[in-house]
């Protein structure tokens, strides 16, 4: 049962646009998110996270906002690079000690020059 | 400092066949993870240590066994290969379970 979804395998933008890239959740327990990077033949990196506490927190070109009312969060990258194209995982912790993160199953970010 | 290191890249295994996944962190951290991530899949726990010593199961721990006998080991043990058991794996470590987790490069595995 996949808690945290991101619906769009694959993402493409043009270099200098904005990128955005979704994630759901189910579970309303989940009350801290965050982004890793994933570049081929390397582990995930973290980007960004967000607490339930905000909607929105920002770092650099990214920025992630969060909707907890429709269990909903999102990334942008602005503006897009090229060295931004690679695999975008969302991951969701429930709140309590001793538990573990979710993850999503991935959006392929191609950012074209 | 290398961060997390994982062992071997790469490995093709008999059905029945048995391996350990070597998984070393030079950051003192007292947590370590390991995680599976199957094609067109997120990343799922496999098992998970809060120090020396202390192990726990994730979300899909059938079929391996872990130990942590050092703050920076955390070996995962296969001990009758199944085809189900192709992924690629992954293993990481943070300061706290809140913390951000910092991955190795993974290790493919192929059951055949």
């Known amino acids: 049962d996949q808690q945290v979804k991101q619906n769009s395998p694959s993402l493409s933008v043009q270099e200098g646009r904005i990128s955005i890239l979704n994630c759901d959740y189910t579970n309303s327990m989940f009350d801290y998110f965050l982004w890793y990077k994933k570049y081929p033949a390397e582990g995930p990196t973290f980007l960004i996270s967000?607490?339930?506490?905000?909607d929105k927190n920002e770092d650099g070109r990214f920025t992630v906002f969060l909707n907890k009312s429709a269990k909903h969060l999102s990334l942008h990258i602005v503006p897009s690079q090229p060295g931004d194209s690679a695999v975008y995982f969302c991951a969701a912790m429930p709140s309590g000690t001793g538990n573990q993160f979710y993850f999503g199953t991935g959006t392929s970010l191609t950012v074209i020059p | 400092n290398a961060g997390v290191t994982q062992t071997p890249k790469f490995r093709i295994l008999k059905i029945g066949q048995s391996m350990t996944l070597q998984c070393a962190q030079d950051?003192?951290?007292?947590?370590m993870y390991w995680y599976r991530q199957d094609p067109g899949m997120g990343l799922k726990l496999i098992y998970y240590s809060v120090g020396a010593g202390i192990t726990d199961k994730g979300e899909v721990p059938n079929g391996y066994n872990v130990s942590r006998s050092t703050t920076e080991d955390f070996p995962l043990r296969l001990e009758l290969a199944a085809p189900s058991q192709t992924s690629v794996y992954f293993c990481a470590s943070s300061w706290d379970f809140s913390e951000t987790q910092y991955f190795g490069p993974g290790t493919r595995l192929l059951v055949l």
């Open positions: 967000i607490s339930s506490i905000k």
């Open positions: 950051m003192n951290h007292n947590y």
